[in-house]
């Protein structure tokens, strides 16, 4: 007896797996503002420019990999081997098939080509006179955020107006980093005695995540940034607030002891008053800020006591000093801290 072999069954049994799979990762990798760094809902000009690249340059792939799969496909139904068929016919050569399979990949390359240069062009061109200019500096591990127009600085929590143009001025104080919001703008290098500039139009209000996309040492991970877009009277109202002085409760003695314990201690590395270090963050109208140690923490209180407590176990490798304090001073730091808003 003769037993015949069944592909088709064997193939239907196949894809009877496979599609489901196939589409449950499919629905997976689209789930959109599930994930807040992705880079397929932009909200700024040059987002939308990569976006529709990346989207254009896609379905040209798709037509590739149709074309492709189809004739291997054709190629093995067809052509496969029989009992009763003959060897076939030796091939060794088609000028026009050759011809035709080497000006379809360069057509193709071309189409792509020439949209891809477009749009470098288009995003990196240069800041209109009418531009918000930020100086962004990258730290081991956390950003700066410098407003020379408006006189005022922060960190790692940048305010921008909505509908302006912003160009960020670039450079690192140590070693090479790289500035990413994927929902604004693609990855540009941020490197040591050199100056890169990014120029993006915010179109949506909202808090967009970024970090750094550049391996850069043992917290790169959580060298994390926040971008702002404010409409334009609450940006109005942000650069305000920061520019604005916070008086001190002198009735509160937690709040005094905790200042006079800041600049006993912390003012060697870090700006409060105009006044201070420039090795860490400056804390001016720090209470203001959603995060802190870099967006990996909340900042509320109890967050910024475990922060001073034990910075390297909350951050691997930060360069905060562990000082040696006690509870008293911890609680008395932070409600200095929570009251600088």
Known sequence: MVIRHQPW???????RFLVPVALMLGAAACSGDSFPQSTLHPTADSGRAIDALF????????VVFVVVEAALVVTIVRFRARPDRPEPRHVHGNTVAEIAWTMAPAAILIFIAVPTIQTIFE???GAPDDALQVEVIGHQWWWEFQYADL???TANELHVPQGRPIELVMRSA???HSFWIPKLHGKRDV????VTRLVFTPDSVGTFAGQCAEFCGESHANMRMRVVVDASTDFDAWVAQQGATVPLDSSDAQQVAGRDLFFRTCIACHQMD??????????WHVAARTTIASGILPNDSASLARWIGNPKGEKP????PQFPLSDDDIAALVAYLQSRR
Do not use: E, N
């Open 9 to 15: 069954k064997r193939a239907a049994r196949a894809l």
């Open 55 to 62: 989207t254009q340059i896609f379905w040209w792939a798709v």
């Open 123 to 125: 995003i990196d061109g």
């Open 151 to 153: 006189g005022i600085s």
């Open 174 to 176: 140590d070693v090479i």
């Open 191 to 194: 490197m040591p005695g050199r």
């Open 274 to 283: 105009g006044v201070g270090g420039v090795l860490g963050p400056t804390l």
């Open 317 to 320: 490798g930060a360069k905060m």
